[in-house]
Nanobody, 118 residues
Framework: QVQLVESGGGLVQPGGSLRLSCAASGSIFSINTMGWFRQAPGKQRELVAIITSSAGTNYADSVKGRFTISRDNAKSPVYLQMNSLKPEDTAVYYC????????????WGQGTQVTVSS
């Protein structure tokens, strides 16, 4: 069984920074995709950033140039460095893991709240 545990959320002023972390445990494949989604009140969950096993990345247009996703390898924690935060970045951020193959699947963390407010 796979578990994802996020940390690092909180309250920050506009223009500030936060770093989210997500640690995966259980049966983690050497080839997988991890990422971050977010959901603001009254809105659908949306992609923020993803990173593949080959370190390819993809970002939502709204966070390009401000957020950076990273990890050392496919079994390492994944991080989301968020700079120049805006009030519209306020949301619950969810860690995501996708593994394809036998016993693969899509997995979600419990979410961590990020609030950007003065």
């Amino acid at each position: 069984q796979v578990q994802l545990v996020e940390s690092g959320g909180g309250l920050v002023q506009p223009g500030g920074s936060l770093r989210l972390s997500c640690a995966a445990s259980g049966s983690i494949f050497s080839i997988n995709t991890m990422g971050w989604f977010r959901q603001a009140p009254g809105k659908q969950r949306e992609l923020v950033a993803i990173i593949t096993s080959s370190a390819g990345t993809n970002y939502a247009d709204s966070v390009k140039g401000r957020f950076t996703i990273s990890r050392d390898n496919a079994k390492s924690p994944v991080y989301l460095q968020m700079n120049s935060l805006k009030p519209e970045d306020t949301a619950v951020y969810y860690c995501y893991l996708r593994q394809i193959g036998t016993n693969g699947g899509n997995y979600w963390g419990q979410g961590t709240q990020v609030t950007v407010s003065s």
